[in-house]
């Protein structure tokens, strides 16, 4: 999909500028341009620009303006948000409709339009006053990640095996070890791997370089021993598919489901993701403090890394115990 085919050049602007100046990946403009897109529909429809029963697919925001933009009122806008949590929306990602967004989801996009207005204030300068500024985001329940225990990693490790076993091994070595996105590892290339670290690009093309342990060096090696002799059609790609090109993530995930339930664990429980969460909550677990694991994990903002303090509660624990009134027992005073 490429918004530039169908996008008002009001919302192209703040596109470009996330494109260009903050450096968000395609995906992540992609995402900005839905939102806006179905918010524009909406309001076409609230505004009898449109007949009330026109399909939200059908409704073109090409000619979307500023006098269009400026106009939105804070009662549109929780309108909008209503709309969003009961009625049949569609969901870009499975191309589905589903029934009332998730919270986590309503404050996404609410995010995106917030920013968009905030853009055309402060960046933009084509309004004096921000008709959203006081805009509030629905509360999201705290939610804690899923992660396997250490036995079940290995269990998991373990259960590898077939044709491609070398790949999918290094492939689940290293998001158990090295926490790296889905995305991030289908991106590695074979020039990304050295002696001992590996360099990724993350979200934003933001580089980063991740070291690597034994366990990980000594898959990477099994696996390039069985990766030179393959004439791969994609040279680069470090991890191929069956048929000699990149991996794509679909693969990826299926591989994960596969060995999840080979090992005896929930697959519909358990993703490709979690695995990234496992890496991260057995290292902070082990030592590694939270600082480190933000920059080893490639987060932007402390606090999404942050939520995995709240699974290890070893030190809640201690400072339970600590309290001196902890061994107190009235019986023994009698």
């Known amino acids: 999909m490429d918004y530039r085919d169908d996008c008002p050049e009001i919302l192209k602007g703040f596109l470009t500028y996330h494109e ?30 449109v007949p009330r029963n026109t399909d939200l697919d059908e409704i073109t925001i090409r000619d979307v303006d500023l006098d269009f933009v400026k106009d939105v009122t804070l009662s549109e806008f929780y309108d909008f948000l209503s709309f969003l949590s009961r009625d049949k929306v569609l969901n870009e990602r499975s191309r589905s409709k589903e029934y009332g967004l998730k919270a986590s989801s309503r404050a996404r996009k609410i995010s995106t339009i917030r920013s968009f207005y905030k853009y055309l204030t402060t960046k933009a300068k084509l309004l004096d006053v921000n008709p959203l500024q006081d805009i509030d985001s629905p509360k999201v329940p705290k939610t804690l990640p899923r992660y396997l225990t250490l036995d079940e990693a290995q269990n998991l490790l373990q259960a590898v095996d077939g044709k491609n076993k070398e790949r999918d091994y290094c492939i689940l070595c290293i998001f158990l070890n090295c926490g790296l996105r889905i995305s991030e590892i289908v991106g590695l290339n074979l020039q990304d791997i050295r002696e001992d670290q590996i360099r990724v690009f993350g979200k934003g093309s933001k ?73 991260a909550t057995l290292m902070l677990q082990n030592g590694v403090d939270v600082r480190t694991l ?23 624990k201690i400072a339970a115990e600590a309290n001196p009134l902890g061994n107190f027992n009235p019986e023994q005073d009698e």
């Open 20 to 49: 260009t100046i903050k450096a968000h990946s395609k995906a992540t403009v992609d995402e900005y341009y839905l939102d806006m897109r179905n918010f524009f529909r909406f309001l076409k429809i609230e505004r009898n620009i």
């Open 207 to 279: 580089e980063r370089i991740v070291y690597i342990n034994s366990a990980v060096a000594n898959a990477l090696n099994d696996y390039l021993q069985v990766r030179k002799n393959i004439a791969a059609i994609d040279r680069n790609a470090l991890f191929l598919s069956n048929r000699r090109e990149r991996i794509s993530r679909e693969t990826i995930h299926a591989m994960v489901k596969k060995y999840l339930k080979k090992a005896g664990l929930d697959a519909d429980k358990y993703s490709a993701h979690k695995l990234r969460h496992t890496a």
């Open 294 to 316: 933000q920059e080893l994990l490639g987060h932007e903002n402390l606090n999404t890394t942050q939520i995995y303090t709240h699974i290890d509660n070893t030190s809640l």
